[in-house]
């Protein structure tokens, strides 16, 4: 057999997290090899589209804590790309006034010192055309909130890391691993080594983990994604500045829905519910049910009879705790000793999604 190709680190996943991980690893002159099974580009996972959110209103703090460092890394890959990923809109949160959800956002804005702006009944409309605040529901302002170009930001960060000398391959489905001094990453096409794995497979984490013994508590789902027809013509697009928004239940009415202004087609805007169906990754397409559909056509409450234009296929969501799990078979991480690490990111806030937002840089620890 052949003497396997050797890297400092190995990067399993081409989706946000693993495009941005081995983006930021051949930055730091680590040797790093990128496999993705599909050839790329490719709308199997989570990371395709056009758009995503990205914002510091979340009720947990740790999320919050993490966006300064979040926006500081999306404005330096556009600088170094000469490349727009961000567009500030601000994210309008509403939710009933007096609920867990609102409350603890409001409180982590505050605790972070945030830039926020509270609205009330008299000053939303103001803000907000068309729409009353009713008596019960609390809204706010998360200011540096904002659109990423999703598809353009992976593209990028792809670009930037081969750029820097990584190497990039798609369309090799990683078959096998064995962990050891060196960890083995075997291909239909080839088998690798590299000191550290990081595995960024998101909705196929599972799959790729039983070859190290490992199972994380992952729920994947189908979530569809449409684009709904303004109620008034023109009043909802990003150039008229209307924001990002996200809506939030109560901890009994766990109804979370999330919208981006007309943006990517004019006049639609991309309004979803923020769960979906179980799905298995590789037989998404049998999973047709589209109650989250419905659910949004009965609860959406800034378009009475919202018209679904487009429903793109839908996009995979995970939904667990965001994971960084460094696996040395038992034994203390120490920087620079052989690892396996786990990144996941997940569809987890109460508010919604945040895995392109948060595509956190865990290489600090390789
Ligand atoms: C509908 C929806 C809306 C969202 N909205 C937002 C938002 O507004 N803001 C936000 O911040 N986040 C949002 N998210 C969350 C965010 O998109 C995801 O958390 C993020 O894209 C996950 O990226 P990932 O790289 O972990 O996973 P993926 O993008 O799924 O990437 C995993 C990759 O691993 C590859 N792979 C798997 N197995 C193998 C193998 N054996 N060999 C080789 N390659 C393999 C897959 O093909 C895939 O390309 C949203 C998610 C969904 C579903």
């Given at each position: 057999m052949a003497t396997p190709e050797r890297f400092d680190c190995i990067v399993i996943g081409a989706g946000v997290q693993g495009s941005f991980t081995a983006y930021q690893l051949a930055k730091k002159n680590k040797r790093t090899l990128l496999l993705e099974?599909?050839?790329?580009?490719?709308?199997?996972?989570?990371?395709?589209?056009q758009t995503r959110i990205i914002r510091k209103a979340y009720e947990q703090d740790f999320y919050t804590i993490m966006m300064d460092e979040c926006y500081q890394l999306w404005a330096q890959l556009e600088k170094e790309a000469g490349v727009k990923l961000y567009r500030q809109t601000g994210l309008l949160v509403t939710g009933p006034e007096k609920g867990d959800n609102f409350q603890q956002i409001k409180n982590t804005l505050e605790r972070n010192k945030a830039p926020m702006v509270v609205l009330n009944r008299d000053n939303f409309s103001q803000h907000i055309p068309h729409f009353n605040l009713d008596e019960e529901t609390g809204a706010l302002v998360d200011i540096t909130a904002g659109v990423l170009y999703a598809d353009r930001a992976l593209k990028t960060a792809q670009g930037q890391f081969q750029k820097l000398g990584g190497v990039l391959r798609d369309k090799e489905k990683v078959t096998d691993i064995k962990p050891g001094p060196f960890v083995t990453v075997s291909t239909a096409a080839s088998v690798y080594q590299a000191k550290s794995l990081v595995i960024t497979a998101g909705p196929w984490a599972n799959t790729l983990l039983a070859h190290t013994g490992l199972q994380l508590p992952l729920q994947v789902q189908k979530i569809n994604v449409c684009y709904w027809k303004e109620k008034v013509e023109g009043s909802y697009d990003v150039k008229r500045r209307f924001p990002c928004f996200v809506t939030v239940g109560t901890a009994e009415a766990n109804v979370h829905i999330y919208g981006l202004p007309s943006n990517e087609y004019p006049g639609l805007m991309k309004i979803c519910y923020h769960t979906g169906s179980d799905t298995d990754p590789d037989r998404r397409d049998l999973q047709t049910d589209k109650s989250d559909i419905e659910i949004l056509r009965a609860t959406f409450p800034l378009s009475p009879r919202p018209r679904p234009r487009a429903c793109c296929g839908g996009e995979l969501s995970v939904h667990g705790m965001m994971f960084l799990n460094i696996h040395q078979h038992g034994k203390k991480h120490e920087e620079g000793t052989p690892s396996i690490l786990i990144i996941m990111s997940t569809n987890t806030s109460c508010s919604g999604c945040n895995g392109v937002s948060h595509h956190y840089c865990m290489f600090y620890f390789l």
């Open positions: 099974q599909f050839v790329l580009p490719h709308t199997r996972g989570s990371s395709h589209g």
